[in-house]
């Protein structure tokens, strides 16, 4: 999802005095399309930005959200389970509850769209804390806390947070659902969030087989830097017609010199497709000085052990560290052969080192189902 198109929408919506809904996936239970975190914007005009389900729910949410929110923030719980007897009203065969916590935003409450504005604008680390269900009359549904940049925001003035819940808040390191008791004992549920700024991508090499690289990482909403020598090619008209809202930084010099101009930190990745061997042995050096996580070298690896080797006769001995930083060839295996199926690996690969996947096939994660018979056996296993 981009982000960026979410808020813009928001915003515009609200200059136009308009109401948005904003529904946020708290939780899931089971298997669904939308994982926690995932978002969509509602306007009064019917316009939307965003997913819960992979279209499935969409149609059913837009229609049930303004009544629910009309006295404030609102969960919704939408069942996808069913069986061989009886079927799901949404026929997904999803096999999860996916509850979506939707709340109004306007003029006067614009604290969840600010907060991803921050995040997606300033590169924040944002920690959220939501509560979806409360048995407590000391809290209600909507009541937010947000730590960003070392300071503390809530949704409404004077609201608290007990010690312990908060210390397994500012401790999580991922999307969690966290339950505990006010100081009379009721029950409290809450979803945590980290939310964190777009990806950056740094792309050497401003070629033709750059272009779907740089569109595929666009279209993701990463922040994307291309670097190319060649005049010709690097320069903005070839990239420009990618994306509209201003993410690709197109940038013509020498890519060593280039590389000491860039702010690169732990969440830069690195592409390198320049066909310069000669330049990438002085490029090199500079991006392993970097703290970039990836450093990806198109090309075959005896390209990477040449590389090596020069930088080896030039007093350079790469430490194990900065081995296992530099990746060639790049990109899951998937078979690519064109420059547009080569960059969706690429961008798949990015996507498993983030979430810290391998990329295998999902169909034979755990025990795969090879015999035609226990299909069967499976289709016709009923609820008790």
Known sequence: MNTRHLIQLARDAIEEEQSCVLCTVVRLDGSGYGRPGARLLLTESGQRCGFVSGGCLEKDLCRRVWSATQSGPRLLAFDTRGNSVTATRYNTGCEGVVYVLCQRVTADDTIAIDVLDCVEEDGLIARLLTIYRSNSAEYVVGDMWVEMADQRFVSRPGLTIDSECEREWLGSHRNRVLVYRDRNGNEVETAVEILRPPRELVVFGAGD????????????????????????????????????????????????????????????????????????????????????????????????????????????????????????????????????????????????????????????????????????????????
């Open 209 to 384: 087989d750059a272009i779907p690289l740089v569109r595929a990482a666009a279209q993701l909403g990463w922040r994307v830097t291309v670097i190319g020598k060649r005049a010709e090619l690097a320069h903005r008209d070839r990239f420009a017609n990618l994306v509209s809202d201003g993410r690709i930084d197109v940038r013509c010099n020498d890519p060593a010199e280039e590389c000491e101009r860039l702010s690169i930190h732990m969440r830069t990745d690195i592409v390198v497709m320049t066909h310069d061997f000669e330049g990438d042995v002085k490029l090199l050096p500079k991006l392993l000085d970097s703290q970039s996580r990836y450093i990806g070298l198109l090309g075959p690896k005896r390209r990477l052990a040449g590389l090596v080797q020069r930088l080896y006769e030039q007093g350079r001995v790469l430490s194990e560290t900065e081995i296992d930083r530099i990746r060639s060839p790049i990109g899951l295996d998937i078979g690519a052969v064109s420059p547009e199926e080569i960059s969706i690996s690429i961008v798949a690969e990015l996507i498993a080192i983030e979430s810290e996947r391998d990329g295998g096939i999902l169909h034979r994660r755990n025990q795969p189902l090879h015999e035609p018979a226990e299909l069967v056996r499976l289709a016709t296993v009923t609820s008790p």
